[in-house]
T-cell receptor
Framework: GAGVSQSPSNKVTEKGKDVELRCDPI?????LYWYRQRLGQGLEFLIY????????KSGLPSDRFSAERTGESVSTLTIQRTQQEDSAVYLC?????????????FGNGTRLTVT | AQSVTQLGSHVSVSEGALVLLRCNYS??????LFWYVQYPNQGLQLLLK??????LVKGINGFEAEFKKSETSFHLTKPSAHMSDAAEYFC?????????????FGTGTRLLVSP
């Protein structure tokens, strides 16, 4: 079946604008993650959703970042008042559950450039 | 806090030669360890993982990694490189007690394979 789909693939925005990134996980995957990769750095965990449980937001870098997920479907990551340091590739991943026997399936990412 | 160090942002080998990609972790207790691979224009995919007592882990495409607690290492090897192995490889670590796949990634190593 289809993999994890992210849109847009590229986004250029001006400093101070809000952006919304979308993730469509694999059907049936209850767990959904957002990570980001800034240039020259490893992936950083942002947020985790598992079913209808409260999300783990411990990785969000500031209150300008927020994410929502409706049930076990689409998720959106919103960055308000973007800053140049927000420029990165934002990656979404999904898995069948929280256990480690279920691997993460990553999308191709959204490359965000803040000018 | 956990961290992962991947020595060498780029590794070049000839086709048929041994592949060795190095990964060292920092953690107060033995963590779960992962290798992910990203082929050109594709999302990250799981290559192999260490979550149990078996210290030598075999993954897809002939890759394997050995967990060495005394050296805090989880190096990735393959006896004979193929051209199709050219990709970026990421080592990641996760706390066993987190309950979900909150991974800390290294900065990645790009493997170049020449004919």
């Amino acid at each position: 079946g289809a993999g994890v789909s992210q849109s847009p693939s590229n986004k250029v925005t001006e400093k101070g604008k809000d952006v919304e990134l979308r993730c469509d996980p694999i059907s049936g995957h209850t767990a959904l993650y957002w990570y980001r990769q800034r240039l020259g750095q490893g992936l950083e965990f942002l947020i985790y959703f598992q079913g209808n449980s409260a999300p783990d937001k411990s990785g969000l870098p500031s209150d300008r970042f927020s994410a929502e997920r409706t049930g076990e479907s689409v998720s959106t990551l919103t960055i308000q008042r973007t800053q140049q340091e927000d420029s990165a590739v934002y990656l979404c991943a999904s898995s069948l559950g929280q256990v480690y026997n279920s691997p993460l399936h990553f999308g191709n990412g959204t490359r965000l450039t803040v000018t | 806090a956990q961290s992962v160090t991947q020595l060498g942002s780029h590794v070049s080998v000839s086709e048929g030669a041994l592949v060795l990609l190095r990964c060292n972790y920092s953690s107060s207790v033995p963590p779960y360890l992962f290798w992910y691979v990203q082929y050109p224009n594709q999302g990250l995919q799981l290559l192999l993982k260490y979550t149990s007592a078996a210290t030598l882990v075999k993954g897809i495409n002939g890759f394997e990694a050995e967990f060495k607690k005394s050296e805090t290492s989880f190096h990735l090897t393959k006896p004979s490189a193929h051209m199709s192995d050219a990709a970026e490889y990421f080592c990641a670590v996760s706390d066993r007690n987190t309950g979900f796949q909150k991974l800390v990634f290294g900065t990645g190593t790009r493997l170049l394979v020449s004919p």
